[in-house]
């Protein structure tokens, strides 16, 4: 939830600044919140080889399928829903085809975020905006079920801790040889959700074997985001930054105390399960957004209103997509999954 608000930050903070100038001082962490991204892909490493890894230790058809039916009831209705609106609201404002950013909004980019393959062939945003994550998701659980029969071949928390830093620093190479433009990650998914990924499901494994108790690190965490917010602004290139995210997402595994209460509550957890919901939707939000950032005379308590606005808004557009949208269709979507036929029973 937190990276999820991150990036909505990065999109909003010329809004919010204009509402209320004194969150400018933020502006250089708000500006750094589209690596909120770099925490989603080694999380969702860590996460399904957490929950897969030990089961799927030898391939077969049978649970690859399973797991790729499972990966796109999760992902695929909200997008398909959040693609729909993007449509719709393009339609009304005469925004369809090129815009002058390359933004694509044609009959192609269209079936193509259908497929999930929008930014598999073009680094060009389409439709909705920051849904070019999800292809790149889609990209890494295609090939997940390989991934789980290589990673499980590592043995040792040691091991694992080093071929994390191994993905890490292969991703990176290939940046640095590139010279990407301004050192941008951005730039080649392919690269960078493997590195991230991958190195997310190694460091499940070190944390699961005892080689990754980072948890007294987790009072750190302010500090680290914060220093991490800072390098746009001190530095020409940010893909360096990528290993630090995964040091976030295990440090956040591991955390215990204060820190892991929190997480643990009751709100944040119902906020975690909506966040992939805030990510797609927030973007569709921009005339409400819009709109409020231009009413009122600019009085403080007129600021201060469309503020509370815009976070309920947010919130409830999120909410309603998990609540109307996410959870049915996944509901569905496994109900008619293929059930294995019982295995006969000796007389």
């Known amino acids: 939830m937190l990276a999820a608000a991150w990036v909505v930050l990065f999109h909003y903070r010329a809004d919010l600044e204009a509402l209320a100038p004194w969150t400018v001082p933020a502006d250089t962490f708000m500006r750094a919140g589209y690596l909120g991204v770099d925490l989603f892909f080694p999380l969702s490493g860590f996460i399904l080889a957490y929950n897969y890894a030990d089961a799927m230790r030898t391939f077969s058809w049978g649970a690859a399928s399973s797991f790729v039916r499972n990966r796109f009831a999760r992902v695929w209705p909200v997008h398909f829903v959040a693609l729909n609106i993007d449509l719709a609201m393009a339609v009304a404002m005469g925004t369809l ?19 999930m393959v929008h930014n598999w062939f073009n680094d060009r945003p389409s439709f909705n905006g920051p849904a070019w994550s999800i292809a790149s998701e889609w990209f890494a659980y295609l090939l997940a079920p390989l991934l789980f029969v290589l990673v499980a071949r590592v043995v040792g928390a040691r091991t694992s801790v080093l071929c994390a830093a191994l993905s890490y620093a292969a991703m990176l190479a290939v940046f640095a040889t590139l010279a990407l433009p301004n050192g941008n990650l951005e730039h080649m998914f392919y690269v960078r959700i493997m590195g991230e990924f991958v190195a997310g499901m190694f460091l499940c494994l070190a944390w699961v074997r005892g080689g990754l108790a980072l948890g007294r690190l987790a009072p750190l965490l302010p500090v680290v985001v914060l220093a ?19 040091l976030v997402v295990a440090v956040v595994a591991s955390a215990g105390g204060w820190v892991g209460s929190w997480l643990s509550t009751g709100f944040m957890v119902a906020a975690g399960e909506a966040s992939y919901c805030l990510y797609m939707t927030h973007y569709l939000m921009r005339p409400v957004v819009t709109w409020l950032r231009e009413w009122g005379d600019g009085a403080w308590w007129t600021a201060a209103v469309s503020v509370v606005a815009v976070v309920l808004a947010l919130g409830a557009a999120a909410w309603l997509m998990h609540v109307l949208v996410e959870r049915p269709a996944r509901r569905l979507l496994h109900a008619r999954a293929p059930r294995p036929a019982p295995e006969p029973v000796p007389a």
């Open 228 to 246: 991490v917010a800072l390098v746009p602004a001190l530095s020409s290139g940010d893909y360096w930054m990528a290993p630090v995210m995964g």
């Open 97 to 115: 085809g090129i815009g002058e950013n390359g933004h694509r909004r044609t009959p192609a980019a269209y079936g193509q975020n259908v497929l």
